[in-house]
């Protein structure tokens, strides 16, 4: 393993994006002989030694040698160590604080609560070729993306023994045909970098190149996603470049300074989450993080980043009230140097790996998130609609009899869905820490709410932008989600949930079949009312069009009043035919629709050319399309 002068030339200017393969631990030969050679970034060290299985753990054995070239790099090979074995850097800083820490560019952790890094390599053999030839394809922003976002240890856990987590290879057994069969196009994961804190579901991190070995190995977690990949999934994982927690062990005052965190508190330190804020204008932090993103595309087949928390990298303000911050140069409140690593960030992504996608987690109006760096952009693929969601699940939690008087929430969200291209989002954030599970949400007696819930996928999946569902919410789960347990699968044995399961599954399927619903859904001519203001009904109705301008026809009912002879404008003469509907039977409906097909009449409405008579299910959505 060398690391020459082009490698620190590089590392000193934040723009060395492979750093995991030379800083961290690599098995190698040297000289005929096999061992391991080590390097980790510590500048302000005065002394750093390896400790670990291979020397009972004595700081004074093996040293490390710092380089002569300014770059704070400390290097060494020992033959001693191998595979398999625990280590942990010792440091002695210059003004004399003493820590073991662990590697940050370590493979592989112990299993926390322990907190060593273990020498392993990366190689694997993998069977996805077929859809990495092919990812482009699946990853079209123009194509079907439904996206089930999950946290793997609380997905399904042993039935014989509710407290143990399954691995990733007996998850590989399972949730890949379970996915499919529901109709999803990718998977989520919230994120599995090691973390020592369960608790903080992953967005608490330390080992920004190791896959949390909670559930296995690397290899095993590259066997799931191989798995997915043969049954046509796309990988997303959720990433978190925007803090990191104080533990000793971890990143924070890493060689007896601030080294990957700001020094100064109001820039350093985030209240919200008790944990460091990276220091984005060191250039060797802005390496480490790029090259993080990119080694679970590579060395993983990720297809896709969600960044999490981007609002409050954007922010210097973020949380924060007058005099817990600092201002930029030009005394405004952005984060300059934030969003030059955002943009870097995307820009190496995409350069590298033009097929697969980030997606931004940004709950503000910051302009232009999701769209290309050259016009000023920050770069994402993809950007999280929070205002949609916020203003979706407060408009369904109203009575039905008061939402006449809040139908501009939904109506809204029209004026800026094609302002950037959006996720539509029904996250773990949504029914965690009190606010109840999506069903519970949902107003009026038991039937009204399973409806009630249907209606709202129904709504997400024909609204403009890609969609994302959090586990359990498909069946209805009626609990809020416990990272501490397996979701309550039993709810199945019950036709309610099973029926709620069916009409998910069905609508992926639709989606997915239906051009109409994707392949404009960032483009404005892929969208135009029928009628958005009949609120003393509480109705909505819509277009969807492809690019033939084949359209179909949504129609929404949020009250669990029938409306029978209900007249909407349509633009195609001829016949109509319903071709789902959420009230139906199979769903634990009342079953009430339009069986028979629809003619129009040469009658104008809602200023388009041709008219037909409804009948309007309680509680439900229609999708009608014309006859071809």
Same mark, same amino acid.
């Given at each position: ?10 590392? +000193? ?15 190698? *030969? ?7 050679? #080590? ?9 750093? %030694? ?112 509710? %407290?143990?987590? !399954? ?12 996915? +499919? ?93 008790? %944990? ?12 480490? !993080? ?18 999490? =928390? ?18 930029? *140069? ?27 996608? @980030? ?36 408009? #369904?939690? *109203? ?50 709410? #399973?409806?009630?819930?249907?209606? !709202? ?83 909505? %109705? ?53 069986? =028979? ?17 409804? @009948? ?13």
């Amino acid at each position: 393993m060398i690391i020459t002068e082009h490698d620190i030339y590089l590392f +000193k200017q934040g723009r060395h994006f492979r750093l995991y393969e030379k800083l961290g631990s690599h098995v190698v *030969k040297n000289g005929g002989v096999k061992g391991t050679f #080590f390097a980790v970034w510590a500048p302000n060290a005065q002394y750093v %030694s390896v400790i670990g299985d291979f020397n009972n753990w004595k700081n004074n054995t093996h040293p490390l040698s710092p380089r002569l070239d300014s770059s704070g790099i400390w290097e060494g090979f020992i033959p001693e160590a191998l595979p398999g074995q625990k280590y942990k850097y010792f440091i002695r800083s210059k003004n004399n604080y003493q820590v073991n820490k662990g590697d940050p560019l370590a493979y592989l952790w112990e299993i926390p609560p322990d907190t060593a890094s273990i020498i392993w390599d990366l190689d694997n053999e993998w069977h996805d070729q077929q859809w990495m030839q092919k990812r482009k394809e699946k990853n079209n922003i123009n194509g079907p993306i439904s996206i089930y976002e999950l946290h793997l240890g609380s997905w399904r856990r042993d039935p014989q023994n509710p %407290s143990r987590f !399954l691995s990733y290879r007996e998850l590989a057994h399972i949730l890949p045909e379970y996915i +499919k069969d529901m109709g999803f196009t990718h998977v989520e994961f919230l994120p599995l970098v090691e973390h020592p804190f369960y608790g903080s579901w992953g967005y608490q991190g330390v080992g920004f190149f190791a896959p949390t070995s909670r559930y296995g190995t690397p290899q095993d977690l590259m066997y799931l996603i191989d798995v997915l990949h043969q049954h046509d999934i796309g990988v997303i994982m959720d990433w978190v470049p925007s803090h990191f927690p104080s533990d000793e062990h971890g990143l924070a005052y890493f060689d007896g300074t601030h080294l990957y965190e700001h020094m100064d508190p109001r820039k350093g330190y985030h209240p919200d989450w008790n %944990s460091y804020i990276f220091n984005y204008s060191r250039y060797e932090v802005v390496s480490f !993080l790029v090259s993080s993103a990119l080694f679970w595309l590579d060395k993983f087949h990720v297809d896709g980043l969600r960044v999490d =928390a981007v609002a409050s990298m954007l922010y210097l303000d973020y949380s924060r009230k007058n005099g817990e911050w600092v201002p930029n *140069k030009y005394g405004g409140n952005e984060n300059l140097e934030a969003i030059d690593f955002l943009k870097l960030l995307n820009t190496q992504i995409y350069q590298n790996f033009p097929d697969v996608h @980030t997606f931004a987690e940004e709950s503000t109006s910051w302009p232009l998130v999701s769209r290309p760096t050259y016009i000023g952009g920050l770069g994402f693929g993809f950007k999280w609609n929070m205002g949609w969601m916020n203003d979706t699940l407060d408009y #369904f939690q *109203k009575d039905p009899i008061h939402r006449k008087y809040h139908q501009d929430q939904l109506t809204f969200s029209i004026w800026y869905a094609f302002s950037e291209n959006f996720v539509l989002p029904l996250s773990h954030d949504e029914v965690v820490y009190g606010k109840g599970s999506l069903l519970n949400k949902m107003p009026g007696d038991r039937w009204q709410q #399973f409806a009630n819930l249907r209606l !709202l996928f129904g709504y997400m999946f024909a609204h403009p932008g890609k969609k994302l569902l959090f586990m359990s919410s498909e069946f209805g789960q009626i609990k809020e989600w416990d990272h501490e347990q397996s979701l309550d699968w039993h709810l199945l044995d019950c036709p309610d949930h099973q029926n709620l399961k069916r009409w998910v599954r069905d609508l992926n399927h639709f989606y997915r079949s239906n051009p109409a619903l994707f392949t404009l859904d960032f483009e404005p001519d892929g969208f135009s009312w029928i009628d958005c203001h009949d609120t003393e009904n509480s109705v909505l %109705s819509f277009l969807r069009w492809e690019k033939d301008r084949t359209p179909m026809a949504i129609v929404c009912n949020f009250t669990p009043l029938p409306r029978y002879n209900y007249t909407i404008g349509l633009p195609r003469a001829g016949l109509w035919y319903e071709v789902l509907n959420s009230d139906s039977h199979v769903y634990g409906g009342s079953n009430l629709g339009n069986f =028979a097909p629809i003619q129009t009449k040469e009658s104008s409405c809602h200023n388009l050319p041709y008219s037909a008579q409804l @009948t309007l299910p309680p509680l439900s959505i229609i999708f009608l399309s014309p006859q071809s």
